[in-house]
């Protein structure tokens, strides 16, 4: 394995670290292939299982799918943005729910602790965002490992996206996905990021 030091258990290939981290890139085009219904479900159902604290699931994830649905995120967008969702057969909303604790006792069974996080707005608050977020980058991984292109942004209104496609469920917008199918590969070398030494620390 290049460059990958072996755990106990083992590591994936490298055509599997490929595929989710060193040749992966961000598009800048997706491609007219359209992406089923189904393969929606198949990553929902692998994000899903990603870690969260307490096991509290606070995302939550609108697929725009329909032209439809895509047009009313537009003047939401920035205008950098608007040509990639265009052309995205798929662009996620990543949001997570204010209220996820109302479904912690489905999914925790630590006594009173649905009622913990309801009497703290901003314990739920932080909670909810900070986890929210990770189940977003599991998304991300997700449709990496089942053959999509993926393309985060923030560039865009959050109040208009949640007046507009969010106001029946209360869920707060986090930031947008664009999946698909690359049209091309990037044609720039991919940017630098810090290495080891400049962005870790062992204590």
């Given at each position: 394995?290049?460059?990958?030091?072996?755990?106990?258990?083992?590591?994936?290939?490298?055509?599997?670290?490929?595929?989710?981290?060193?040749?992966?890139?961000?598009?800048?085009?997706?491609?007219?292939?359209?992406?089923?219904?189904?393969?929606?479900?198949?990553?929902?159902?692998?994000?899903?299982?990603?870690?969260?604290?307490?096991?509290?699931?606070?995302?939550?994830?609108?697929?725009?799918?329909?032209?439809?649905?895509?047009?009313?995120?537009?003047?939401?967008l920035s205008p950098a943005n608007v040509a990639?969702?265009?052309?995205?057969?798929?662009?996620?909303?990543?949001?997570?729910?204010?209220?996820?604790?109302?479904?912690?006792?489905?999914?925790n069974d630590e006594a009173g602790l649905r009622?913990?996080?309801?009497?703290?707005?901003?314990?739920?608050?932080?909670?909810?965002?900070?986890?929210?977020?990770?189940?977003?980058?599991?998304?991300?991984?997700?449709?990496?490992?089942?053959?999509?292109?993926?393309?985060?942004?923030?560039?865009?209104?959050?109040?208009?996206?949640?007046?507009?496609?969010?106001?029946?469920?209360?869920?707060?917008?986090?930031?947008?996905?664009?999946?698909?199918?690359?049209?091309?590969?990037?044609?720039?070398p991919r940017a630098p990021r810090p290495d080891?030494?400049?962005?870790?620390?062992?204590?």
């Amino acid at each position: 394995m290049s460059g990958v030091v072996a755990p106990e258990g083992g590591v994936l290939s490298d055509e599997g670290l490929d595929r989710l981290f060193r040749q992966a890139r961000t598009p800048r085009r997706f491609g007219p292939r359209p992406v089923p219904p189904e393969i929606l479900t198949s990553v929902y159902d692998l994000a899903k299982l990603g870690p969260t604290s307490g096991n509290c699931c606070p995302g939550r994830v609108v697929f725009l799918t329909s032209e439809g649905a895509k047009a009313r995120l537009v003047p939401a967008l920035s205008p950098a943005n608007v040509a990639l969702c265009a052309s995205a057969p798929v662009v996620a909303v990543v949001c997570h729910d204010p209220l996820f604790f109302e479904m912690l006792p489905r999914l925790n069974d630590e006594a009173g602790l649905r009622d913990w996080f309801a009497a703290d707005v901003g314990l739920s608050d932080e909670t909810a965002l900070r986890n929210g977020t990770l189940q977003g980058a599991y998304l991300i991984l997700a449709a990496r490992a089942l053959g999509l292109d993926a393309a985060p942004m923030s560039g865009f209104d959050s109040f208009l996206v949640e007046d507009g496609l969010l106001a029946s469920t209360g869920w707060r917008a986090n930031f947008l996905i664009a999946l698909g199918y690359a049209e091309d590969a990037p044609a720039a070398p991919r940017a630098p990021r810090p290495d080891f030494a400049e962005a870790c620390r062992v204590l």
